[in-house]
Structure formats: C-alpha cells, structure tokens
C-alpha cells in the first residue's frame, strides 16, 4: 500500500514509518517542512484542503499522528489536533483514499483537558465521515527515542526519585513496538474498520513501580523515594509549565492526577500479549539509556545553576547588599557619583535579564553574550582591584568554572 503518515518527523511518524517500510509498504512523509524529494507538505496550522487533495491522490490509506502534549507559540491544541485532523479526513474523503487511521490519546472521551477534548473532538468528526476510518488511543507510550520516556528515565536514574504524592497513579504504559504493529493490523484492508480501539500495557502499574522498574533494568543502585505533596506539585506544575519544552504543566499534572484506568489490553488486535514494563529496556541497551538518563540532567541543572548565580547577583546589587559597599568596590575603575550608580543599577537589570533569559529563553547568543560580559568584568576587575586574583575566596577565580558552564551550553546548543 501507499501509505500517508501525517507527523512524520515526530517519534510516533519516525517509528511508523521505519515498521511499515520493513513490512513492505510504500511510505509518504507528511510534515510541516518537508525534509527530502518526496515529502509533502501538511501545514496543520494553516489548512488548504484544495491543495491536499490534488497531493492525496495516489495514496491509498492516511495515519495521523501530529500531536504535542504542551501548547507554545503558534501550536494549540485547537489547530493541530482538531481543526487541521478535520480538514485531513475531508481532503481524504474528497480524494478517495481508502481508509484513515486517526492516533488519538487513550482518555479522550473522557477528558476534560485541551488536550483530550480536541482530540476527542476530531475523533467525532472522523467517525461521522463515509470513509474507512479506525481510531487507536495509546495509553502512555514508551520508546527509545521518545520523549517523554526519556523524562521519565531521568527521573528514575535521580539518586533520590521524587514521586507526588507518593508516585500511587495507575498508568498502563504501551511499547512504541506494539503501537506501531497495532497500526499496520488497523491498516491493513482485511480489518474490519470503524474500530475505535484502546490500545494499552499488559498490567496496570503506579509511577512508582515505573520509575523503580526502569531504575532497575537501568543498572542503577536502590533510591530513596520522596513523596512531593500535591499542593507543591500544584506550584511546580504552574512554574515549571512556563518553561519551553516543560512536560509538567497544570494539564498534565490534571492528566497524572486522573491516571489511566485499568483496562484489558488489546492482545486480540496484536495476536500477542502487549511488551511487558521488565522488558521496556533490555539488557544490551541497559548501559546507553542509563548514559543518556544521567545526560539529561546536564542542561537543566547547568541552566538552573546560572540562572540562579545570575538572578541573587542581582537582586543584591540592587540593595540587598548596602549600596555605598557597592559604590566603593566600583571607585577603583574610575567610576563615582551618578555614573557609578548608573552602571551598579544597569549591571543589576542586565543580571536579573539574563537570568530570566536562562530559564526562559535559552539560545547560543544568549551564552555568548554572558561569556562576552564575564570575561569583560574579569579583565576589569583584575586590573583594577588585582588583590582580588590572590583572595582566599577566589572571587575572581569562580569566574573560570561559570566560564567552561557556559563552553558547554553553547557547544550543545550548536550541536542541536
């Protein structure tokens, strides 16, 4: 078959894509900005149905898998998982493709989140459609690759794992493996369609026993468990949401909260029972997800570290700590009365700038430019307060590790 996936550039399309062409079948990319000679362009957050039809015309079924967990500038939920899904299924009516296979998230019907119910809302649409549909709703979805493994996977490999309110919420996490042979089963012509399947785990378990077990097959040595208290968890989920790229929003702390209902997995439509959560990460791949586990923590501890050293800079420049000291630490480089002043307070709002861009928008000339003003106030400082390169405290010399903290963000945002 000749097979459209929608998403194809996001880990759910990249895995669809590699199990189908291994299964025979003729792959189409589909994606905002197409990557190699034969992509199509599907803009979700601006429809042409006219201009997806003519480019849907020799494909025989469709898989939608564009989604995102978290909204951000120019991608809500309303677009890419409601407005541009409906406009696909009826550029795929119009087209005469034969059947379309809608990814959508187990909780749909039920959820009261943005998330579920613009999902929901295109599940609706598709059904009431004279097309072949079929409909999956993963539960939580485990992959290599995947994000929001990887985030959990860092949690686990923490020396002391942080679990709110006791890590009791029940999930049934699915293996990318067995979604995507569920897809190609749903595809496939000789299964019936207009099946609207829950696709989830072999056994329901809590957060707790997740991170455990992925701690386990990770190598790691037993942790201590923390349980955060659910109003603390409230105040992250609204803080760190602010946060690009942050998976602990009020959505899905809501979505955490309500877990996933126990529910029988779908052994029939993969004629096997579903990959069990012991054999998530196998023994041969035990060393690199544990490599990568302790990775990830790298870039947000390094950010929240400078973030912090750059922030309480500033606010203690701004009076916190007496202003006259301040003044008389600047005498020495010639600077006195207003001009002095002007130069403590605009360090202090250049300071308390660059900490709020260090959470909030990271990006190589940010650290360029912090590199660039360290080393500014370094060579300043060293010629006009030189006591300061032998002082016990090495004020002066604490500049070197902010430096190679920065040396690093830089590298890896160039390597991104």
Same mark, same amino acid.
């Given at each position: 078959?000749?097979?459209?996936?929608?998403? &194809?550039?996001?880990?759910?399309?990249?895995?669809?894509?590699?199990?189908?062409?291994?299964?025979?079948?003729?792959?189409? %990319?589909?994606?905002?900005?197409?990557?190699? !000679?034969?992509?199509?362009?599907?803009?979700?957050?601006?429809?042409?149905?006219?201009?997806?039809?003519?480019?849907?015309?020799?494909?025989? &079924?469709?898989?939608? $898998?564009?989604?995102?967990?978290?909204?951000?500038?120019?991608? %809500?939920?309303?677009?890419?998982?409601?407005?541009?899904?409906?406009?696909?299924?009826?550029?795929?009516?119009?087209?005469?493709?034969?059947?379309?296979?809608?990814?959508?998230?187990?909780? #749909?019907?039920?959820?009261?989140?943005?998330?579920?119910?613009? /999902?929901?809302?295109?599940?609706?649409?598709?059904?009431?459609?004279?097309?072949?549909?079929?409909?999956?709703?993963?539960?939580?979805? +485990?992959? @290599?690759?995947? +994000?929001? #493994?990887?985030?959990?996977?860092?949690?686990?490999?923490?020396?002391?794992? !942080?679990?709110?309110?006791?890590?009791?919420?029940?999930?049934?996490?699915?293996?990318?493996?067995? =979604?995507?042979?569920?897809?190609?089963?749903?595809?496939?012509?000789?299964?019936?369609?207009?099946? $609207?399947?829950?696709?989830?785990?072999?056994?329901?378990?809590?957060? /707790?026993?997740?991170?455990?077990?992925? %701690?386990? @097959?990770?190598?790691? @040595?037993?942790?201590?468990?923390?349980?955060?208290?659910?109003?603390?968890?409230?105040?992250?989920?609204?803080?760190?949401?602010?946060?690009?790229?942050? *998976?602990?929003?009020?959505?899905?702390?809501?979505?955490?909260?309500?877990?996933?209902?126990? &529910?029988?997995? !779908?052994?029939?439509?993969?004629? %096997?029972?579903?990959?069990?959560?012991?054999?998530?990460?196998?023994? $041969?791949?035990?060393?690199? #997800?544990?490599?990568?586990?302790?990775?990830?923590?790298?870039?947000?501890?390094?950010?929240?570290?400078?973030?912090?050293?750059?922030?309480?800079?500033?606010?203690?420049?701004?009076?916190? +700590?007496?202003?006259?000291?301040?003044?008389?630490?600047?005498? !020495?480089?010639?600077?006195?009365?207003?001009?002095?002043?002007?130069?403590? +307070?605009?360090?202090?709002?250049?300071?308390?700038?660059?900490?709020?861009?260090? =959470?909030?928008?990271?990006?190589?000339? *940010?650290?360029?430019?912090?590199?660039?003003?360290?080393?500014?106030?370094?060579?300043?400082? @060293?010629?006009?307060?030189?006591?300061?390169?032998?002082?016990?405290?090495?004020?002066?010399? /604490?500049?070197?590790?902010? *430096?190679?903290?920065?040396?690093?963000?830089?590298?890896?945002?160039? #390597?991104?």
């Amino acid at each position: 078959m000749r097979i459209l996936i929608c998403g &194809a550039s996001g880990f759910l399309g990249q895995a669809l894509e590699k199990h189908l062409r291994s299964t025979g079948h003729h792959v189409v %990319r589909g994606m905002r900005r197409p990557q190699h !000679p034969g992509d199509l362009r599907f803009d979700f957050a601006t429809t042409d149905i006219d201009a997806w039809v003519e480019q849907l015309a020799d494909i025989d &079924a469709v898989i939608n $898998c564009v989604g995102i967990f978290t909204e951000s500038d120019g991608k %809500r939920f309303i677009d890419l998982h409601q407005r541009g899904p409906c406009a696909l299924f009826s550029a795929c009516v119009t087209a005469g493709v034969r059947r379309v296979v809608q990814i959508s998230a187990f909780g #749909a019907a039920d959820g009261k989140a943005p998330y579920f119910s613009s /999902k929901q809302a295109a599940d609706e649409f598709l059904m009431q459609m004279p097309i072949a549909w079929q409909i999956i709703r993963p539960s939580l979805i +485990y992959g @290599a690759n995947g +994000y929001s #493994a990887g985030f959990f996977r860092q949690l686990a490999s923490l020396p002391v794992l !942080p679990l709110p309110v006791g890590g009791g919420q029940v999930l049934q996490t699915i293996h990318i493996d067995d =979604l995507c042979a569920a897809v190609a089963r749903l595809i496939d012509p000789a299964t019936p369609a207009g099946q $609207c399947v829950d696709l989830l785990g072999p056994a329901p378990t809590t957060l /707790k026993q997740m991170l455990l077990e992925l %701690r386990r @097959a990770m190598g790691f @040595a037993p942790a201590f468990c923390l349980s955060i208290p659910a109003w603390l968890m409230f105040l992250a989920a609204h803080l760190l949401g602010r946060l690009p790229g942050s *998976l602990l929003t009020p959505d899905s702390w809501q979505m955490l909260q309500a877990g996933s209902p126990a &529910a029988t997995p !779908p052994s029939a439509l993969l004629g %096997r029972p579903p990959r069990a959560l012991a054999d998530f990460i196998p023994p $041969c791949e035990a060393r690199s #997800a544990r490599l990568s586990a302790l990775a990830a923590w790298r870039n947000p501890l390094l950010r929240a570290s400078l973030a912090l050293v750059w922030l309480i800079t500033g606010l203690l420049s701004l009076g916190i +700590y007496p202003v006259d000291a301040s003044l008389a630490l600047l005498a !020495p480089t010639g600077l006195s009365g207003t001009p002095a002043l002007l130069a403590l +307070y605009g360090a202090a709002c250049l300071d308390l700038a660059f900490g709020w861009a260090t =959470l909030f928008r990271p990006g190589h000339r *940010l650290w360029l430019a912090q590199m660039a003003l360290i080393t500014g106030y370094s060579i300043v400082i @060293a010629f006009c307060l030189p006591e300061y390169l032998i002082h016990p405290f090495g004020p002066l010399s /604490k500049n070197l590790p902010i *430096l190679a903290l920065l040396f690093v963000l830089l590298s890896e945002e160039n #390597a991104a």
